[in-house]
């Protein structure tokens, strides 16, 4: 594999790498990444050999062809001599973004499917603890057009930001930044999927019993859609899953309180986007009560998650990039100062 050659990079960590070492160290990431999309493959294949969920296989196929052709032509564009990072790793990161979301939803529609009891009565006894009242911040927004426009602008950002991240960081040389930003998406879906699973809830507006002649200027889209995929699932109406036709089962914690974490993190080494990145995703959080129907709680989990995970990926780099730094360190050695040390 032959990687970009240039003058050397401080990592998040405070070490100096080559680029050579910083892509290598991507490289591994990414490595780790494909493991980690191998055992939530394995596990959905167990699940719908243990359940009665059946796939729909078209959706699924399609999903894996693509994504397989650009993890193959990633791979063998890293494994060549005149191998490109802005290549392989734009291709490993879209192949892996897609997978981990499309496999771990589809997880997370078995696991729903466990049928916990609700939580939502417990929810919005914490919202009430914080001091908190979602009617009173419902009634604020709905009074306010232009506020609504920019929250709802935000909110439903959450795909688009992806698909940038998913380009503008490999372009930009941010190779191991794309790889750990992969790697927390993963973590923190699969954790969201699991608390999720076990503390089940719809939303704040039927906990509350709020209608929509209650919010005439605000349409939840996204909360509504989880009003009507959740209970499907867990009174064993769906039992197929179609990869073009998952909805949203998620509540608590908000995961789109986490990726606004994880994008204003994944787009902080790129300076001409800094600041944007976090005042978008400011607004994010702001509109994540809303847009979903979330308890403020549900953020508040999401964010702690969010920030716990970014903290493990960077303890992650620290240690991978002492291993690099390790290997390295004989050949920082003087041969006669070896000779003398025998």
């Not at 750990?180 to 993963?186: G, I, K, N, Q, T």
């Not at 719809?202 to 009003?227: F, K, M, W």
């Not at 039992?239 to 902080?268: M, N």
Request: proline share 4%.
């Amino acid at each position: 594999m032959t990687t970009t050659r240039g003058k050397g990079r401080f990592g998040s960590d405070g070490f100096l790498l080559s680029v050579e070492e910083d892509v290598e160290l991507s490289l591994r990431l990414f490595q780790l990444n494909w493991i980690i999309i191998g055992l939530v493959l394995v596990l959905l294949t167990l699940g719908l050999m243990l359940t009665n969920f059946r796939a729909e296989p078209k959706g699924y196929i399609i999903i894996l062809g693509m994504t397989g052709l650009y993890g193959y032509f990633g791979h063998r564009n890293a494994r060549s001599e005149r191998g490109n990072p802005r290549v392989y790793a734009t291709l490993f990161t879209l192949a892996q973004i897609i997978l981990i979301f499309i496999l771990v939803t589809s997880l997370g529609y078995i696991a729903a499917s466990a049928a916990f009891p609700m939580q939502e009565a417990r929810l919005l006894a914490f919202d009430r603890a914080l001091g908190l009242d979602f009617r009173t911040y419902l009634s604020f927004v709905n009074d306010r057009p232009g506020l609504i426009r920019a929250l709802a602008s935000a909110y439903s950002s959450i795909f688009i930001q992806l698909t940038l991240l998913v380009v503008l960081l490999p372009l930009c040389g941010l190779y191991r930044r794309a790889a750990e930003f992969v790697l927390s998406c993963a973590l923190t879906l699969i954790i969201t999927t699991v608390i999720s699973t076990l503390i089940p809830a719809t939303g704040v507006y039927h906990a509350l019993g709020l209608l929509p002649a209650d919010h005439r200027n605000i349409e939840p889209s996204v909360y509504y859609d989880t009003l009507r995929e959740l209970p499907l699932v867990r009174d064993g109406t769906t039992r197929v899953l179609d990869a073009f036709r998952l909805g949203p089962l998620l509540t608590f914690p908000s995961f789109h309180a986490i990726t606004a974490i994880l994008y204003a993190w994944a787009l902080w080494p790129i300076r001409w986007l800094r600041v944007a990145g976090i005042s978008w995703n400011t607004v994010v959080l702001a509109a994540t009560p809303i847009g979903g129907g979330h308890f403020f709680v549900d953020v508040v989990a999401g964010v702690v998650i969010a920030l716990a995970t970014i903290y493990a990926t960077h303890r992650l780099g620290k240690y991978l990039v002492r291993g690099q730094l390790r290997k390295r360190q004989p050949a920082l050695i003087p041969s006669h100062a070896a000779a003398n040390a025998t």
